[in-house]
């Protein structure tokens, strides 16, 4: 059985340039309703808030000024459209596996070859529904070493991914392969640094594939975010945020300088979404998500 997660608010049958001035107009009225400043267009992940009851966040994240909701089910994207919110990130699907493993999770990706005609099953159907709701990008993974070198992995993601590409292509979809720490949250991850990621994008060539750059998760891994964003933000269409360590607020109680990096996203001409994927510590959760989308309005 395939599950396919998608989300987004529907613009079928719009034209690209009436898609584009709809959600200027929405984004532009969202801020001067909000107060905010407009640099940054504010997204949430959904699985961060799950013990908020969904009608309640997506009710809140409209009056923060919140226009996207990440990696939302289908079952939910009704409820979405309810408050004009769209979503910047599709979910990804599953399907089983041999060993009836969630192929298409995030240790079960492209890097495995025994996958790939699996993952093209899977990825199709999502990728055609999420055209017709005028979606624009779906996440994908790597899947775990498991044992495997790197030039390996980058050889086999390139072939599996090409499979998908072109129908992504065709529908004027980015595949956007997330990158994860693999010290704390995913052992053995494979896309879990930045140069590893960049590199497979080099090799595939295409202007429909990047990587999220997940700011918690290369702080971890990497660090020196701020200069890795000036220098290869082409490769980066989408972002996440969440406190270092613990995954938790992004205020002063962590040590990221989350102003100064949503300056540098920013000032890269950067249009697409930051999407705050933190788990609130304290009771008050839409507090403290209120808290961050302040702290990134820069």
Known sequence: MINSSLSRRGFAGLSMAAVAASLNHRQTAADEKSGLKGRINHSVCKWCYDKVPFDQLCAASKQMGITSIDLVD????????????TTAMVSFPTIAGPGQEKVGSIPHGFNNPAYHDLLVKAYEPLL??????GLKKVICFSGNRNGMDEETG???????LKKVLSLAEKHGITLVMELLNSRVDHPDYMCDKSAWGIELCKRLGSSNFGLLFDI?????????IIATIKKNHQY???YHTGGVPGRNEIDETQELNYPAIMRAIADTGYKGWVAQEFIPARPDKLASLKQAVGICDV
């Open 74 to 85: 289908p079952p939910d994207f009704a409820e979405m459209k309810k408050y004009g919110l």
């Open 128 to 133: 055609i529904a999420s055209a017709k709701e």
């Open 154 to 160: 980058l050889k086999h993601c390139v072939a599996g």
């Open 216 to 224: 918690y998760h290369m702080q971890i891994m990497e660090g020196d």
């Open 236 to 238: 980066f269409p989408h």
